[in-house]
């Protein structure tokens, strides 16, 4: 199978035709139901975290929802179904979720094999495992042949040939040919192989039997689905090696055969995760998350076919396909009834204590259960509309198949049944859906209740307090009423219209059986044929109202004129219906709708008007920021618990990249692309969707050669500045100046002091600087070297930033103690102090209003405010929420690399506007003054007057920043358009901090405390917190091994400086990141120890 998005097909070569099999794109990926309602890591509002008794039916809803999809850790795997690793995919999104159903499906079975509960039968609930898997096998191999047996595609050219040879250019992922791992890429049969290895010797002859039986009928059932195709599944290997434990032949497995990179396209270790990531106080809580988890792997994969068949009658007009498509996702429905009943086997008392200690929420939360309905019933719209269409009547804005225009429908869907050589495709579609009803009414619905009342009992009430018997009212009511009706109504004109041939045929039977005994009775026959008589007549003798008729219309047999007959039509019809335990119920008025729970739809276009892209300009009214666009429009909605985290994943969602960037990332990657970075404090993560944009402009401006120059000028910079502004709700009448990093800024900010030693009068006025002892490499490599000349005009002090609790007092105080004294030449020229320290990470300013209010009023009072204070906030800026309206005589210098995720090479300086004057560097290039290129202007040559220009002063020559002050644009657009803040961001990161911490500390104390995690750096209020969590290991060396072993165990990126083994969270990160990440830290911590 190929799920690929290079091309439009799946091919598939069999062996014994050597011919591709090419599964047409007939399902492109759309985002899941669940994004509408969205699913979330962790959830919190504005108002803090989500309501233990909501007000609101609304509220309770999304309450129920939220904490259904963290039980059953239902996010990492939307995860894998919305974030193809396929750059075009067409039924990857299928294949992973069935086989994610697969792989929790052998999790459980290695579950029952290993069960050592005494009173336990494991027969029963093996047996039960495996038939859930080969029905899901077969269910898989269902989708993909249906897709090639669609005789829809009549352009061939779009099919690609189903005799090219493999491999091709666009085939799927495939792990080498020559690796023998390739072949057993299944976490979960890994441990089904270990499960039976343990067990089989002692189980006894009858369950060693049936266990023989079962592993011959799930590899059976993969080789007979997939064995013909010329590309291995990956997993043939376990699949052999199960045989072999039970004492069946192998499989054979074919050296130098190609195997789909089944780890990529499934990422089977999401599932192992929901396993091996969480503690299972009860016995059947993982049987009972597991089935769940397994229903939500197939209603997506219901839905998805729902929307195929959609799309063969929107984009083919294929009514056959569509309801060939209908029927598959029947049959999943179907299995799902069969599925969830599995857990009639669970051990009752202890489900009940479990039950207990889950109330709360139940499958009422699932959002693709809740949208199966809903998706179903809107089905008979586009058949409602051709029958329209075919009959010349006016449509009906909104088909439902129950409106108020009921009597018309069944009008024309009579005719449809009646005639159905007419048009068989309408007449094939109509059938799907009666067959569909049955499937979720009589095959999910049903067996939902039969389940409820097997396990607790009719009488009992579930997790959420609600009857048994309230689950009726699922199945009992009709999904297409008025499908019923018409087979009732058509079944009672054929009735009229054959009266007389009533009973013919077991009449005739009768007359046979009679014969038989007594073949000389001809009476008796005689009065046979006069009681058929007397039934016709009684029969004929009915008579209706005449309001209760209605009109069809038949064509005679081999002629073109068209009959009219009255039809009785019965508005109180009972009936069986189609698998439909319920009798019809006509449409209720005003019937409520089931609404979204997101208020922003992932997956829709941007409204008109979002500024997913301000319009350029290099106008020089552009050039300052209090005439530029300084208020983007924004949104009035703010993000919700209900939509934030769909919001975000949004933002960071590389399946709309083009295949170009995806490609290229795959080849830097070298295949892998699983890692993930927890360093957001050394190189932030870039939305791909801004990072695309920005290249595509770059290119753009490139190609414009030196007039791009007017445009970054004119109109980048100019948006950036509002931004920035906005992020830091920094001062309006400021001034920002750029530069390539904050080293560079401040070099040239301090050259400013360090004029003085250069001028002869200056009777040895020393230039005085105070900082920290724990500043950037950079600036301290600066201080360094300027201590190093040895000059006695230059003066360096510093404060240890330690502890903590008391550097703002202590630096402070040290302002005061340097500075002023009536002493010449006493006052300090530069003081320079991080909010957050590079080393550690930790927020050392810990009230940034009341520390720098602190520090300039001491140099105030000591008469010293032409001292430059520069606050560096490079790791709070876009990460800690900021306000620098206080900020009247203080520099804030920050860049765009980190939290702001916009790459290296762009910093920024707020200068406040008292300093704005002072900003003359000595150390300059032409662009602090571009006025010289003005026609007016005489140039520079030597001798020139040396000018500066507010907002260039600091700049040198050629800037090169432009790269990425344009991705930062376009990450700010984003989350304006998005209503998106820092503050929003924060909270993300202070979630995952909890689920974080709250690991560790687990994690150390099973340790007993010798954990190489026992060191973690005391973490500051949430408020001002930093997003990076640091521990303190031995040494330096610890902690380089530390570094390695989480890359090498874990695929994860971290880093460390000395003894500090840092990990830095990010606005990107998903709560199934920090599972992750937990996991290959406990491996980690056992590895050290």
Same mark, same amino acid.
């Given at each position: 199978?190929?799920?690929?998005?290079?091309?439009?097909?799946?091919?598939?070569?069999?062996?014994?035709?050597?011919?591709?099999?090419?599964?047409?794109?007939?399902?492109?990926?759309?985002?899941?139901?669940?994004?509408?309602?969205?699913?979330?890591?962790?959830?919190?509002?504005?108002?803090?975290?989500?309501?233990?008794?909501?007000?609101?039916?609304?509220?309770?809803?999304?309450?129920?929802?939220?904490?259904?999809?963290?039980?059953?850790?239902?996010?990492?795997?939307?995860?894998?179904?919305?974030?193809?690793?396929?750059?075009?995919?067409?039924?990857?999104?299928?294949?992973?979720?069935?086989?994610?159903?697969?792989?929790?499906?052998?999790?459980?079975?290695?579950?029952?094999?290993?069960?050592?509960?005494?009173?336990?039968?494991?027969?029963?609930?093996?047996?039960?495992?495996?038939?859930?898997?080969?029905?899901?096998?077969?269910?898989?191999?269902?989708?993909?042949?249906?897709?090639?047996?669609?005789?829809?595609?009549? !352009?061939?050219?779009?099919?690609?040939?189903?005799?090219?040879?493999?491999?091709?250019?666009?085939?799927?992922?495939?792990?080498?040919?020559?690796?023998?791992?390739?072949?057993?890429?299944?976490?979960?049969?890994?441990?089904?192989?270990?499960?039976?290895?343990?067990?089989?010797?002692?189980?006894?002859?009858?369950?060693?039997?049936?266990?023989?039986?079962?592993?011959?009928?799930?590899?059976?059932?993969?080789?007979?689905?997939?064995?013909?195709?010329?590309?291995?599944?990956?997993?043939?290997?376990?699949?052999?090696?199960?045989?072999?434990?039970?004492?069946?032949?192998?499989?054979?497995?074919?050296?130098?055969?190609?195997?789909?990179?089944?780890?990529?396209?499934?990422?089977?270790?999401?599932?192992?995760?929901?396993?091996?990531?969480?503690?299972?106080?009860?016995?059947?809580?993982?049987?009972?998350?597991?089935?769940?988890?397994?229903?939500?792997?197939?209603?997506?994969?219901?839905?998805?076919?729902?929307?195929?068949?959609?799309?063969? $009658?929107?984009?083919?007009?294929?009514?056959?396909?569509?309801?060939?498509?209908?029927?598959?996702?029947?049959?999943?429905?179907?299995?799902?009834? !069969?599925?969830?009943?599995?857990?009639?086997?669970?051990?009752?008392?202890?489900?009940?204590?479990?039950?207990?200690?889950?109330?709360?929420?139940?499958?009422?939360?699932?959002?693709?259960?809740?949208?199966?309905?809903?998706?179903? *019933?809107?089905?008979?719209?586009?058949?409602?509309?051709?029958?329209?269409?075919? %009959?010349?009547?006016?449509?009906?804005?909104?088909?439902?198949?129950?409106?108020? %225009?009921?009597?018309?429908?069944?009008?024309?869907?009579?005719?449809?049944?009646?005639?159905?050589?007419?048009?068989?495709?309408?007449?094939?579609?109509?059938?799907?859906?009666?067959?569909?009803?049955?499937?979720?009414?009589?095959?999910?619905?049903?067996?939902?209740?039969?389940?409820?009342?097997?396990?607790?009992?009719?009488?009992?009430?579930?997790?959420?307090?609600? #009857?048994?018997?309230?689950?009726?009212?699922?199945?009992?009511?009709?999904? @297409?009423?008025?499908?019923?009706?018409?087979?009732?109504?058509?079944?009672?004109?054929?009735?009229?219209?054959?009266?007389?041939?009533?009973?013919?045929?077991?009449?005739?039977?009768?007359?046979?059986?009679?014969?038989?005994?007594?073949?000389?009775?001809?009476?008796?026959?005689?009065?046979?044929?006069?009681?058929?008589?007397?039934?016709?007549?009684?029969?004929?003798?009915?008579?209706?109202?005449?309001?209760?008729?209605?009109?069809?219309?038949?064509?005679?047999?081999?002629?073109?004129?068209?009959?009219?007959?009255?039809?009785?039509?019965?508005?109180?019809?009972?009936?069986?219906?189609?698998?439909?335990?319920?009798?019809?119920?006509?449409?209720?008025?005003?019937?409520?709708?089931?609404?979204?729970? $997101?208020?922003?739809?992932?997956?829709?276009?941007?409204?008109?008007?979002?500024?997913?892209?301000?319009?350029?300009?290099?106008?020089?009214?552009?050039?300052?920021?209090?005439?530029?666009?300084?208020?983007?429009?924004?949104?009035?909605?703010?993000?919700?618990?209900?939509?934030?985290?769909?919001?975000?994943?949004?933002?960071?969602?590389?399946?709309?990249?083009?295949?170009?960037?995806?490609?290229?990332?795959?080849?830097?990657?070298?295949?892998?692309?699983?890692?993930?970075? @927890?360093?957001?404090?050394?190189?932030?993560?870039?939305?791909?969707?801004?990072?695309?944009?920005?290249?595509?402009?770059?290119?753009?401006?490139?190609?414009?050669?030196?007039?791009?120059?007017?445009?970054?000028?004119?109109?980048?910079?100019?948006?950036?500045?509002?931004?920035?502004?906005?992020?830091? %709700?920094?001062?309006?009448?400021?001034?920002?100046? @750029?530069?390539?990093?904050?080293?560079?800024?401040?070099?040239?900010?301090?050259?400013?002091?360090?004029?003085?030693?250069?001028?002869?009068?200056?009777?040895?006025?020393?230039?005085?600087?105070?900082?920290? %002892?724990?500043?950037?490499?950079?600036?301290?490599? *600066?201080?360094?070297?300027?201590?190093?000349?040895?000059?006695?005009?230059?003066?360096?002090?510093?404060?240890?930033?330690?502890?903590?609790?008391?550097?703002?007092?202590?630096?402070?105080?040290?302002?005061?103690?340097?500075?002023?004294?009536?002493?010449?030449?006493?006052?300090?020229?530069?003081?320079?102090?991080?909010?957050?320290?590079?080393?550690?990470?930790?927020?050392?300013?810990?009230?940034?209003?009341?520390?720098?209010?602190?520090?300039?009023?001491?140099?105030?009072?000591?008469?010293?405010?032409?001292?430059? @204070?520069?606050? !560096?906030?490079?790791?709070?800026?876009?990460?800690?929420?900021?306000?620098?309206? #206080?900020?009247?005589?203080?520099?804030?210098?920050?860049?765009?690399?980190?939290?702001?995720?916009?790459?290296?090479?762009?910093?920024?300086?707020?200068?406040?506007?008292?300093?704005?004057?002072?900003?003359?560097?000595?150390?300059?290039?032409?662009?602090?003054?571009?006025?010289?290129?003005?026609?007016?202007?005489?140039?520079?040559?030597?001798?020139?007057?040396?000018?500066?220009?507010?907002?260039?002063?600091?700049?040198?020559?050629?800037?090169?920043?432009?790269?990425?002050?344009?991705?930062?644009?376009?990450?700010?657009?984003?989350?304006?358009?998005?209503?998106?803040?820092?503050?929003?961001?924060?909270?993300?990161?202070?979630?995952?901090?909890?689920?974080?911490?709250?690991?560790?500390?687990?994690?150390?104390?099973?340790?007993?405390?010798?954990?190489?995690?026992?060191?973690?750096?005391?973490?500051?209020?949430?408020?001002?917190?930093?997003?990076?969590?640091?521990?303190?290991?031995?040494?330096?060396?610890?902690?380089?091994?530390?570094?390695?072993?989480?890359?090498?165990?874990?695929?994860?990126?971290?880093?460390?400086?000395?003894?500090?083994?840092?990990?830095?969270?990010?606005?990107?990160?998903?709560?199934?990141?920090?599972?992750?990440?937990?996991?290959?830290?406990?491996?980690?911590?056992?590895?050290?120890?």
């Amino acid at each position: 199978m190929v799920l690929n998005k290079f091309q439009e097909v799946v091919p598939i070569v069999l062996k014994s035709s050597k011919r591709i099999l090419s599964l047409p794109a007939k399902t492109p990926l759309k985002t899941s139901r669940l994004s509408k309602s969205h699913h979330k890591s962790m959830s919190f509002s504005k108002n803090g975290p989500i309501e233990a008794e909501p007000k609101n039916k609304r509220g309770r809803d999304e309450k129920i929802r939220i904490l259904y999809e963290e039980y059953i850790s239902l996010h990492p795997v939307m995860h894998v179904w919305e974030n193809p690793i396929t750059l075009k995919p067409d039924l990857e999104p299928t294949f992973a979720a069935a086989m994610h159903g697969v792989e929790l499906a052998f999790i459980l079975m290695a579950e029952f094999v290993s069960d050592s509960r005494y009173y336990v039968v494991k027969r029963p609930r093996v047996e039960l495992i495996a038939e859930d898997i080969v029905a899901q096998i077969g269910l898989l191999a269902e989708i993909i042949d249906g897709e090639l047996e669609d005789d829809t595609i009549d !352009d061939r050219e779009n099919t690609h040939s189903l005799t090219q040879d493999f491999p091709f250019d666009g085939a799927p992922p495939t792990a080498s040919s020559y690796n023998f791992n390739k072949a057993r890429q299944s976490p979960a049969l890994d441990m089904l192989v270990d499960a039976i290895t343990n067990v089989y010797g002692n189980l006894s002859g009858p369950e060693q039997y049936s266990l023989k039986k079962v592993i011959r009928n799930i590899t059976g059932a993969f080789q007979t689905y997939f064995g013909d195709w010329t590309v291995g599944i990956g997993l043939e290997e376990q699949l052999s090696e199960i045989r072999q434990l039970v004492g069946l032949p192998p499989l054979k497995v074919e050296f130098g055969r190609r195997y789909l990179d089944y780890k990529a396209l499934v990422r089977p270790h999401v599932i192992m995760d929901t396993f091996q990531n969480k503690i299972y106080e009860h016995t059947e809580d993982f049987f009972f998350r597991s089935v769940h988890l397994g229903t939500e792997c197939w209603a997506f994969i219901a839905l998805q076919r729902l929307d195929s068949a959609k799309k063969q $009658l929107a984009t083919y007009s294929h009514w056959h396909n569509a309801a060939a498509h209908i029927l598959s996702a029947t049959h999943i429905l179907s299995y799902l009834g !069969d599925h969830i009943m599995m857990l009639t086997s669970m051990i009752l008392r202890d489900y009940l204590r479990l039950k207990v200690e889950i109330e709360g929420t139940s499958g009422e939360g699932s959002s693709h259960v809740k949208n199966l309905r809903q998706t179903v *019933q809107v089905l008979i719209n586009p058949l409602m509309q051709r029958l329209r269409e075919l %009959d010349g009547s006016s449509p009906t804005p909104h088909d439902t198949g129950d409106s108020d %225009d009921g009597e018309e429908e069944r009008r024309l869907l009579l005719s449809l049944y009646a005639n159905p050589e007419k048009q068989p495709g309408l007449y094939s579609y109509a059938k799907s859906l009666e067959a569909i009803e049955s499937g979720l009414n009589g095959g999910f619905y049903y067996k939902h209740f039969c389940l409820a009342s097997n396990v607790i009992g009719s009488g009992a009430k579930g997790t959420m307090k609600k #009857s048994v018997q309230a689950l009726k009212v699922m199945y009992e009511r009709a999904l @297409f009423p008025n499908l019923d009706m018409t087979r009732s109504q058509l079944g009672k004109v054929i009735d009229e219209e054959l009266a007389k041939k009533k009973g013919r045929i077991m009449d005739r039977i009768t007359e046979e059986h009679n014969g038989m005994l007594s073949r000389s009775n001809n009476s008796s026959m005689e009065s046979l044929g006069d009681l058929r008589g007397s039934n016709s007549s009684s029969n004929n003798d009915l008579s209706v109202p005449a309001s209760d008729f209605v009109h069809i219309e038949r064509s005679n047999s081999g002629e073109d004129e068209k009959e009219t007959k009255e039809v009785f039509y019965d508005t109180n019809l009972g009936g069986s219906g189609h698998g439909n335990g319920a009798p019809p119920q006509p449409p209720i008025e005003g019937e409520r709708k089931l609404v979204d729970m $997101l208020a922003i739809d992932p997956t829709s276009n941007p409204p008109p008007g979002c500024p997913f892209h301000v319009p350029g300009g290099n106008t020089a009214a552009a050039a300052t920021p209090k005439t530029s666009r300084r208020d983007l429009p924004v949104s009035p909605r703010s993000p919700t618990p209900k939509s934030f985290d769909s919001i975000r994943r949004r933002l960071y969602s590389a399946k709309n990249v083009p295949p170009v960037f995806a490609q290229a990332y795959a080849a830097e990657m070298a295949g892998n692309l699983m890692t993930v970075s @927890f360093l957001d404090h050394a190189w932030g993560k870039t939305p791909p969707e801004a990072h695309v944009a920005a290249t595509k402009r770059q290119f753009a401006l490139y190609q414009r050669g030196n007039s791009a120059w007017d445009v970054i000028f004119g109109d980048l910079l100019p948006e950036a500045i509002t931004h920035i502004k906005w992020i830091l %709700d920094a001062r309006e009448e400021s001034v920002i100046e @750029f530069g390539h990093n904050s080293h560079e800024l401040i070099s040239r900010l301090l050259s400013i002091k360090l004029e003085k030693l250069f001028v002869d009068d200056a009777d040895g006025e020393k230039c005085r600087i105070l900082t920290t %002892d724990t500043e950037f490499y950079s600036f301290t490599r *600066q201080m360094n070297r300027l201590m190093k000349i040895g000059s006695k005009r230059i003066e360096i002090e510093h404060v240890s930033i330690e502890p903590i609790e008391t550097f703002e007092s202590r630096f402070t105080a040290k302002v005061k103690e340097g500075a002023g004294h009536g002493r010449q030449g006493a006052k300090w020229d530069m003081v320079y102090v991080s909010q957050c320290v590079y080393s550690t990470q930790e927020t050392i300013v810990l009230d940034l209003d009341r520390f720098t209010k602190g520090v300039s009023g001491a140099l105030e009072e000591l008469d010293n405010k032409e001292c430059f @204070f520069v606050v !560096d906030g490079y790791h709070g800026f876009g990460a800690i929420p900021t306000s620098l309206q #206080s900020f009247e005589n203080v520099f804030y210098v920050s860049g765009m690399l980190k939290h702001v995720g916009s790459g290296a090479n762009c910093a920024f300086l707020i200068v406040p506007e008292a300093k704005v004057e002072m900003m003359k560097p000595v150390f300059t290039g032409w662009i602090a003054d571009p006025s010289v290129l003005a026609p007016e202007s005489k140039g520079i040559k030597m001798g020139s007057d040396v000018g500066y220009i507010p907002g260039f002063s600091l700049m040198g020559g050629t800037p090169a920043f432009m790269p990425s002050l344009l991705i930062f644009v376009e990450v700010m657009r984003r989350w304006k358009e998005m209503n998106i803040s820092v503050i929003h961001a924060h909270r993300h990161v202070m979630e995952l901090h909890k689920a974080f911490m709250k690991g560790i500390e687990a994690m150390v104390a099973r340790s007993g405390g010798t954990s190489c995690w026992s060191g973690m750096r005391p973490m500051a209020d949430e408020a001002i917190r930093s997003h990076s969590i640091t521990f303190v290991v031995d040494d330096a060396e610890t902690a380089k091994k530390v570094v390695e072993l989480m890359r090498e165990i874990g695929d994860i990126e971290v880093d460390s400086r000395k003894m500090y083994v840092r990990f830095g969270f990010g606005f990107n990160h998903n709560i199934e990141d920090i599972s992750k990440l937990l996991v290959t830290c406990e491996k980690v911590q056992d590895a050290i120890n």
